[in-house]
């Protein structure tokens, strides 16, 4: 009996073990990555945020209303020229994939238009736009850091507004389409 | 089932015995202060609350101990981000005066490992300062000994409440010393390179909503001679 009982204790302790090391505690979900190659080398991807639905938080000076509407920004007056839009990032397949985050500041506390892209399974990208609206209506922006997949890769970004087409269910407002280029790895870089 | 019942309860204990010494094994995840901490260079150091009602906006997948703030505010329901959490929150100077806006993405990271004392969370912040710039901050956090040390013992307790004080470096990768990379991206801050270190203090936690009374920090500083 009491050998049994310390075999059983013995097996517990190598069952958890082993399903502690067997089992993985965190197991992201990933959608395929739709990456293309570009004519030119390296490679392309297609993001895009349909709005209003993927609006998860937006403020803006001259806005009316914030999103989500109880928001309450901060009072400090340095933060009033501030503009901060939290969304869901969608694959071209219309998928959610990540979160992005646009950031922009007017020319008084410093001009800069940047976004951050959150692609949980993959990693982050850190990317500064131009700061003054190009007349093609495209923003272009680098890639100025990024984490795991995204870690010392060299790319490019623009960024444009779709406006929304009557009968458009997924997008009414419009959406924002992002075009990312990984051109290589930096220079330096492994 | 005579013999059963006895393998069965062995079993039991076994498990039990398991889970006991992998959350008090002194070896495990007991860092010591990261080398950056503790050396000048000193760029910044930025604090904020740590409490989801007090930041500027919180929000993930509306199950976790941290409650979305505005209460309204959309969940991350959706698979690929079902395990991510996003807050905005002010970033105060030394003084305490607000300097600036973080936001944070942190998303669990599958390299998480806890028979070695491993529960990461890969996270990024977005910081602008106003006037100085923004900076991109990548790192991955390590969060076994908060877990250990607060969240265990809160449910534990009858009250479902942990009160003491706490302090932790939680930043352990990717950049050398195991500080966070930082990059500059406008303003003075234009492509500089910087490491930093983001570390929590927590003196009340509730197992119902999360940290009561707690404040990070991120301590910013020129690369590591």
């Not at chain 2, 305490?96 to 806006?101: F, K, N, R, S, V």
């Amino acid at each position: 009996m009491l050998k049994l009982f310390i075999t059983g204790i013995v097996l517990g302790i190598l069952a958890a073990a082993g399903v502690l090391y067997a089992y993985p505690a965190v197991d992201q979900h990933r959608e395929p990555s739709l990456l293309k190659v570009a004519p030119n080398g390296g490679t392309t991807e297609l993001f895009h945020i349909n709005l209003p639905d993927d609006r998860i938080m937006s403020r803006s000076p001259g806005q009316s209303a914030s999103v989500p509407e109880s928001l309450v920004w901060p009072a400090d007056e340095r933060f009033a020229s501030a503009q901060f839009g939290v969304y869901k990032l969608r694959n071209e397949s219309d998928v959610v994939v990540g979160l992005a985050a646009r950031a922009a500041a007017s020319e008084q506390s410093g001009a800069l238009v940047e976004w951050v892209l959150h692609l949980p399974a993959r990693g982050s990208q850190f990317v500064s736009m131009q700061t003054q609206p190009p007349a093609s209506g495209v923003r272009s922006g680098v890639l100025r850091a990024g984490s795991r997949e995204f870690d010392n890769r060299d790319g490019s970004v623009t960024v444009r507004w779709v406006a929304g087409v009557a009968g458009e269910q997924n997008a009414p407002d419009g959406r924002i389409e992002l075009k990312t280029s990984y051109i290589g790895k930096r220079s330096g870089s492994e | 089932m005579k013999r059963i019942v006895p393998l069965v309860l062995g079993f039991l204990v076994g498990v039990a015995l398991f889970a006991f010494g992998l959350t008090h094994n002194p070896f495990l995840a007991k860092r010591e202060a990261s080398p950056i901490s503790v050396s000048d260079n000193a760029v910044t150091s930025l604090s904020f609350d740590s409490v989801a009602a007090r930041s500027v906006f919180l929000t993930n997948n509306g199950k976790s101990r941290m409650v979305p703030n505005p209460k309204d505010a959309q969940r991350l329901w959706e698979a690929p981000v079902r395990l991510s959490q996003v807050m905005l929150t002010v970033l105060n100077d030394a003084p305490g005066q607000p300097a600036g806006l973080g936001l944070k993405f942190s998303s669990r990271s599958e390299k998480t490992r806890l028979l070695y004392g491993e529960a990461l969370v890969d996270s990024v912040w977005y910081v602008y300062l106003p006037g100085r710039g923004s900076l991109f901050i990548d790192q991955t956090e390590n969060y076994w000994g908060f877990i250990n040390d607060i969240v265990i013992p809160a449910y534990k307790n009858s009250a479902n409440s942990w009160k003491g004080s706490w302090f932790g470096d939680l930043t352990i990768a990717p950049g050398a010393r195991g500080a966070a990379r930082v990059t500059g991206g406008s303003g003075a801050l234009q492509g500089s390179e910087l490491a930093a270190v983001e570390s929590l203090s927590v003196t009340a936690y509730s197992a119902d909503i999360g940290p009561v009374v707690a404040e990070g920090r991120l301590l910013i500083k020129k690369q590591a001679d």
